[in-house]
């Protein structure tokens, strides 16, 4: 069976379904008569870009590989799309342009020692080093505690490390453990596809979209929208087991690495002075390891 990833059918359907989203309203279009389609017609994308009628009908049928730059940027501006989705358009046009070519692959590499002991001093944060399929890769005390269901879930991958996606669509207890679960599950889905477009060639990644895609009815139904997310920031409420619920914001910080390897570095706090942050401190204390009280020799 051929596991190369369809280039084609990823460029048509995410052109396709943005240029649903965008009304003729939002870009100044006049609009008269009864519509066929939910938001614009590829014509009146056409023109907003500056292209004929044809040439993008062609474009949004997968043919992107001899587009330049600058007209994928007309027609990313035609599409009003985000930052986010622009870079995730522009990484489907060099995989396609490179197809044809033997596909550099990244490695998995181990998180240096340096980086672990970065995790290992932060000690009122829960902070942890993921890759792009969301494994866990490294970690410190305080992140193993707060994420505890997330850890002790069956959902880890074959080498035994927790993965924040199947954990989300696999594990019943994620609706629990996450108070807003359905944010949760679209940003899971949202960064997967931006890890797709950025590393079509990554068998392991296109393995679990596969695995998730029949075993998860919700994930083929978020999947499927095409949402695109690479910047990993916020708020989110967790519903921890011991100290119950948290209410954190979190940051992801690249993490280059040797062999084009790309991890991000994400730390969990509280704000200061509230209920969250002396749960937050109850839980590292919990971790916290314990000193010897038997006197000295």
């Given amino acids: 069976m051929d596991q190369r990833p ?11 379904s943005r240029r649903a989203k965008i009304t003729p309203e939002q870009v100044g279009l006049p609009t008269s008569g009864r519509r066929r389609v939910p938001g614009l017609r590829r014509e009146e994308v056409a023109v907003l870009a500056g292209v004929s009628t044809e040439w993008y009908t062609r474009l949004e049928k997968g043919h992107i590989s001899g587009v330049s730059e600058d007209v994928l940027a007309a027609v990313a501006q035609a599409l009003q799309l985000d930052e986010d989705e622009r870079t995730y358009l522009f990484d489907l046009a060099h995989a396609a342009r490179s197809a044809h070519r033997k596909p550099s692959r990244r490695r ?17 944060s829960a902070a942890f080093v993921r890759n792009g399929r969301q494994d866990i890769v490294a970690d410190n005390a305080l992140a193993r505690a707060l994420q505890a269901p ?9 080498h035994g490390r927790p993965n924040n996606a199947r954990y989300v669509f696999l594990d019943p207890g994620a609706r629990e453990f996450f108070v807003d679960w359905d944010a949760a599950a679209v940003a899971t889905a949202a960064l997967l596809r931006a890890e797709a477009g950025r590393e079509p060639h990554d068998r392991a990644l296109r393995d679990l979209i596969g695995e998730l895609s029949t075993l998860s009815p919700d994930f083929r139904t978020m999947w499927a929208a095409h949402d695109v997310r690479i910047r990993h920031d916020g708020a989110k409420r967790l519903q921890h087991p011991e100290v ?25 706090t509280a704000e200061p002075g509230s209920a969250s942050e002396e749960r937050l401190k109850l839980l ?13 020799p």
């Fill in 244 to 268: 119950g619920e948290l209410e954190l914001t979190y940051v992801s910080l690249d993490l280059p690495m040797a062999h084009r390897a790309m991890h991000d570095l994400t730390l969990y």
């Fill in 108 to 124: 998995d590499v181990q998180v240096p020692p340096n980086v672990q002991w970065l995790l290992d001093s932060v000690t009122l």
């Fill in 150 to 158: 997330l850890y002790e879930s069956r959902t880890a991958d074959r």
């Fill in 284 to 296: 590292a204390s919990l971790t916290a390891p314990r000193r010897s009280t038997s006197p000295s």
């Fill in 6 to 16: 369809d280039h084609r059918t990823e460029i048509r359907d995410f052109l396709a």
